[in-house]
């Protein structure tokens, strides 16, 4: 019961992270591997628990993405192509392959995710003088989306950070919308890559379905969070916790 109870506030605890700085991997994957299970099985057991967590934010953001349909829909399919890739590396290469440039990549985009407001006002700089907000999405945004969904079926720890700096620097849209946007992203990464995993992994259905119990509130809680937190604070804490993430993982 102890260690059923863990997992429930692992998931609690992922899904609140889901809706607000997007590592939420950091916290339930390890009490999985703690709890002794093969990192493997946790691995595909945590993206199954997790898709509630993601439905759960979607819907607390669903105001948030009502406002850039077009761009919520394109989010979706590059993320559910890229996991598909995702997921075929999961289980055909070693493990520890992709895992080793994992930290580096977090550090890189929490530079990203950190120096956005400075990066953005110097594109500004160079448009033209009637310069049009950026809200749809580009054929490069669309490509690193899918790379990102890549590493979200994968792995998934900093998805959400990564997927934060490429729409933040693709895209000027309020820091909000982009959360919305992330937290949908992350559930169309999982949910493909979970639907694989269902047909062809060795799952172990009790932790995924405690995580879920865990995540869906955990999900739909952070969305107020999220959206009460003020850009600035929130793109600190989005840092920090990819920074710790990276740490952690090194």
Not at 156 to 178: E, K, N, P, Q
Not at 239 to 248: E, L, P, Q, Y
Request: glycine share 12%; proline share 5%.
């Amino acid at each position: 019961m102890s260690e059923h109870l863990a997992v429930i506030a692992a998931g609690l605890g992922a899904g609140l992270l889901t809706s607000t700085v997007g590592v939420a991997s950091l916290v339930s994957f390890p009490v999985l591997i703690a709890l002794g299970i093969p990192p493997v099985v946790a691995n595909v057991s945590n993206t199954l628990g997790l898709i509630p967590g993601g439905l759960g934010g979607s819907l607390g953001y669903r105001r948030e993405l009502r406002e850039q349909p077009r761009v919520g829909r394109l989010v979706v399919v590059a993320c559910a192509i890229g996991s598909v890739g995702g997921a075929v590396l999961l289980l055909a290469l070693p493990p520890g392959v992709f895992e080793s440039i994992v930290p580096w990549l977090i550090l890189f985009t929490c530079l990203l995710v950190g120096a956005q407001p400075w990066i953005s006002r110097w594109l500004r700089s160079r448009s033209a003088a009637e310069h049009q907000p950026r809200t749809a999405m580009s054929p490069a945004t669309f490509v690193f989306a899918a790379l990102t969904g890549v590493y979200g079926g994968y792995f998934g720890a900093g998805a959400g950070v990564m997927m934060m700096a490429v729409l933040s620097l693709g895209l000027d849209l309020d820091l909000r919308i982009v959360n919305a946007l992330k937290t949908l992203a992350l559930l169309a990464a999982n949910l493909v890559a979970g639907l694989i995993f269902v047909l062809v992994a060795d799952i172990d259905y009790t932790v995924a379905g405690l995580l879920a119990i865990g995540s869906i509130v955990g999900g739909y809680t952070g969305t107020h969070l999220g959206r009460l937190l003020p850009p600035t604070l929130l793109r600190a804490l989005i840092v920090a916790a990819g920074i710790t993430a990276a740490v952690t993982m090194l």
